[in-house]
């Protein structure tokens, strides 16, 4: 089907774009987005979660399941790959976006600036690509109803943060829509600013918790917590499987792999990653879904005592949409994540880069830059508030690599019927969901599936 693709509007004008928008909804109305079924061929979700094993650590992968088990919303959370399977089904208006490809709420939160001002913003983009923009918006809305149901909200005030993550989600897209470019590819959100103009206090408060966690989560916070000095070496603890120390022999290969990883960067960072020296490294097991993948903690330091700089290195594979959506059109896949990340976020690590290897794949980030999520909320309001700030932090996102007009005039100005629509949607596959999720709990009690909780 030919769509409206990424980078494809041309040179219309803003009412051009708003009835193109419109005229996409023969393609697909709407409410055409509403009704869930699952395919007839839909596959077992345990196969397609064991179908991605190929590419981890064997030892790991029962790690990956265990953490999965935890609930459902744990579930969803390492499952992208099952829901893009089922999306790549569902109806679209056929407008691309450089899409997140994981967009479930806990991938959204507060990070430093280079200013060291706190952001909030989409945080992970490990399966970024051009798709279409269906696909995040879904995504998001489901696991704003499974995180309720996880925190004890209940489905009352989950259908309700859907409905009001998904009307923010639209209507912020309206005011992008009659903004300029340059104050489109700007726009972001500062934590002290979303503080300020906060008309609720609850809310202010609990964003003011948040970021005073975030700026205690620093490269010297883990570094008192996960180095040591062994025979005047910097050295990390050790705490298997979980955190290994890598061999001396493999050790020198991430010598090579940092090398190559600095000529990704701007001159002024790699001037800046000059001043430190190579310590130690190590494998470091993180996330959920990612669980089994390699990735590795570096540790770096500066002409100071203790003068740390802690980077991630994580090793990065073919997107969850790739099969539906088409390859990205980079050569590499960390490549694929670091352009997508740069596109979608107003304000990124400045250290973000990918490192080619003839082996694997991989990109590298700054570990612990005062990251912080959303987290338990302590009330449904509270709840409410941090959804309808996930939702219109997507629509930024987006808004960044499409015309927000085309969006715009597809969605209307507050949502309309679309909203009603993601609503139904994220009511029955949150249900689908849950089975799913019992699947993979039924296949551990069975003995298919090795699990273990770490």
Known sequence: MKTACLFDEGKKTRAELQALGRSLRKRATPRDHAPWQPDPQRPDPVDILRS???DRVEELVPIRYGRMAASPFAFYRGAAAVMA????RTPVSGINVQACGDAHVDNFGVYASPERRLVFDINDFDETLPSPWEYDIKRMAVSVLLAARDQG????????????AVRRYCTMLYRLSQMTTLDIHYAHAESSQLIEESEDPRFADALRGIVKKARKRTHLQTFRKEVTTRNGQLRFVEDPPLLVRLPDEEIDHFHSLFNRYRETLQDNRRHVLQKYRFRDAARKVVGVGSVGLRAYVILLQGRGDPDPLLVQVKQAVSSVLTPYAGRSGHQWHGQRVVVGQ????????????WAPSAERDFYVRQLRDMKGQTGPADSAHVFEASMSLCGETLARAH????EPALLSGYLGKKGGPFVDSIVA???AYADQSERDYERLVGAIRDGDVAAASL
């Open 153 to 164: 909200w209940g489905d009352d005030v989950g259908v309700d943060s859907v409905r009001i």
């Open 52 to 54: 991605q094993e190929g």
């Open 342 to 353: 740069r596109l979608m976020q107003a304000i990124s690590d400045p250290f973000l880069g």
């Open 425 to 427: 949607f994220a009511r």
């Open 85 to 88: 399977w089922d999306l790549a």
């Open 399 to 402: 808004a960044r690599s499409v």
